[in-house]
């Protein structure tokens, strides 16, 4: 079982976040994560020997699927209206103040010639501010590389507030941002979350993915 969002449904794009029920889907693009803010275009992996490190992918290919894990990380997936060029990215807490999102949709902007406020954005599931408890170090980073961002407490941390605010700074439209505000911690018969999983997850996962819609559509 896979989580969509009407705002990419409604453009055709073929797209799921993962949950514990969800099949496999072995010829999805991934990149190794190592939470950072490098995001890659599909036509890189073509070009390397291995899995190449990044976390975040795009793509304008048809015929390619692209997607992130996460396992309380909060995963994104963006398209153009047009729904021909998409990305998904990766963002714990290190790249999401740093701006892997933004980032990200600075590669689908200036590869689909498409401005931010055309470009459509949807925020899954993740460890929400209800369990997110993070220490100084994570605020320090997030006053020198996301500045303006402040809530009303710094003993958790809101990732869907932290890229929403990104977002808005970057020019895409609220009307263009979507969210799926469900913590992965809160639910375990849904999601696998590191913090509430502990040893029992071991090394599993969700995949969050994305297609572009078919050019015939449009």
Known sequence: MY?????LSS???EHGFGTTAS??????LTACQVHGTKVLSSCEFR?????????GVVTGDKEVEIGVWTADCLPVLSATKSGTFVGAFHAGWRGAS???VPSGLKKISGESRTPFSELVVVLGPAIGPCC????PEVWEAIRMNSPGYAQLTERTLDL?????????RAGVLNENIGRISLCTRCHPELFYSHRGWGKQRGKRSMLNFIRPANDDRH
Do not use: F, K, M
């Not at 989580?3 to 705002?7: C, E, I, M």
């Not at 099949?23 to 999805?28: G, I, V």
């Not at 997110?132 to 220490?135: A, I, L, N, R, T």
């Open 160 to 168: 869907w507030g932290l890229v929403t605010h990104q977002l808005l």
């Open 23 to 28: 099949d496999l889907r072995p010829t999805c």
């Open 132 to 135: 997110y408890e993070v220490g």
């Open 98 to 100: 740093a701006g892997i």
């Open 47 to 55: 070009n390397c020997d291995g899995i190449p490190e990044g976390d």
């Open 3 to 7: 989580l969509r969002h009407p705002l």
């Open 11 to 13: 453009l055709g794009v």
